[in-house]
């Protein structure tokens, strides 16, 4: 129950199914106990997401600089990054992002928030459906390889009738006792239904997820992040706890040490060849960009190494276009070296 790795979890998940199947004792206890605990998890995922729906959208002003003081919105100077298809430093670059407005950082909170939560949830629920294969009765050999995966794709496709299909399946292979935890979980229904199945959990369970004082997080937010040792995961967590405590007569937090990812997180995210990428991915081309500080004049760019203008314009002599916040400069060389390099001039005063 101590695997937070994902795509390890769910190939042990199917390997007992398998080995079940093939006649070795599974301990339908065990099985059972970690529906309950991925249940719970559940639960407290789709708690955070609807938390953030409704408190982002009303942070204050105040809080609002909270956010920019985690991203590093710079006094000024120009910063770019550059993404290398090796592996380089881990130096934090200053995202030149102040002339971003208020409502446009509360957007990418959400959306970086959300993603996130909506990949974690993901997992928990192929998790859940494996979980709950383990425990119904065993199936034929012809079935085994088709059984876990097959309906999961179908209950993610968005096809009601397919779904109710594969719904009534599972819920004449569950106990009694499982189904009104793992159906609502697994199905299309509203958040408040999923929620509901708190009710169902142990006593303990419901203080786990549900809390009465909405202008802050959940007291165990920042376990529900970190569940997967994600170093992005963590560092958001503590961005909104701060945040949302932050009050205007407190001073403002520090600045980010140099191992954030947020700054280079956010910025990666307004470039249109990375916006729709999961957080993960985001999270790991952010582990490999560096800072860059260019005066005004010629840039010499690398082979095999993409720019991204985070503030200033530059120009390319070659074609005469003009790059901005958010452009990208040798896009393709991170992922293929040997293409030339290209000149690009600093015009920013």
Same mark, same amino acid.
């Given at each position: ?84 298809g090796a592996a380089a430093g881990r130096e934090v670059p200053r995202s030149g992002l102040e002339q971003v407005s208020d409502k446009d950082i509360v957007s990418v909170v959400l959306k970086l928030g959300l993603g996130y939560a @909506? %990949?974690?949830?993901? &997992?928990?629920? #192929?998790?859940? $459906?494996?979980?709950?294969? *383990?425990? +119904?009765?065993? !199936? ?21 009738? @397919? %779904?109710?299909?594969? &719904?009534?399946? #599972?819920?004449? $292979?569950?106990?009694?006792? *499982?189904? +009104?935890?793992? !159906? ?7 958040v408040d239904k999923k929620l509901a199945v708190v009710s169902q959990l142990s006593g303990s369970a419901k203080f786990k997820v549900l809390w009465t004082d909405a202008t802050v997080p959940p007291p165990w937010a920042d376990e ?126």
């Amino acid at each position: 129950s101590d695997i937070f790795d994902g795509d390890v979890l769910q190939e042990l998940f199917s390997a007992l199914a398998d080995l079940r199947d093939r006649g070795l004792a599974v301990t339908r206890q065990l099985a059972e106990s970690r529906i309950y605990q991925v249940a719970e998890k559940l639960c407290q995922g789709f708690a955070v997401q609807k938390w953030m729906q409704q408190r982002c959208k009303s942070f204050t002003p105040a809080q609002i600089q909270v956010l920019r003081r985690h991203f590093e919105m710079p006094e000024g100077g120009r910063w770019g990054m550059k993404l290398e298809g090796a592996a380089a430093g881990r130096e934090v670059p200053r995202s030149g992002l102040e002339q971003v407005s208020d409502k446009d950082i509360v957007s990418v909170v959400l959306k970086l928030g959300l993603g996130y939560a @909506s %990949e974690q949830i993901y &997992l928990q629920r #192929l998790q859940l $459906l494996h979980l709950a294969v *383990l425990v +119904g009765p065993p !199936l034929l050999m012809s079935h085994r390889a088709t059984r876990a995966l097959t309906a999961w794709r179908v209950l993610r496709s968005g096809d009601a009738a @397919s %779904e109710a299909a594969v &719904l009534e399946v #599972l819920d004449s $292979l569950l106990p009694v006792s *499982l189904k +009104g935890i793992v !159906l609502p979980l697994l199905d299309s229904s509203p958040v408040d239904k999923k929620l509901a199945v708190v009710s169902q959990l142990s006593g303990s369970a419901k203080f786990k997820v549900l809390w009465t004082d909405a202008t802050v997080p959940p007291p165990w937010a920042d376990e529900w992040f970190k569940g997967s040792f994600s170093l992005l995961g963590i560092q958001f967590a503590n961005m909104l706890s701060r945040t949302s405590r932050f009050r205007e007569e407190d001073a403002l937090p520090p600045r980010p040490t140099d191992v954030s990812l947020l700054p280079k997180v956010f910025l990666l995210s307004q470039v249109d060849m990375y916006a729709g990428l999961l957080s993960m991915h985001i999270a790991e081309l952010a582990c490999v960009a560096t800072r860059r500080f260019c005066h005004q004049g010629l840039l010499s760019c690398e082979m095999g190494v993409t720019y991204i203008v985070a503030e200033g314009r530059f120009l390319l002599p070659a074609t005469g276009q003009v790059l901005y916040t958010g452009d990208t400069l040798q896009a393709l060389h991170s992922i293929c070296k040997e293409l030339p390099a290209i000149d690009a001039e600093c015009t920013s005063p």
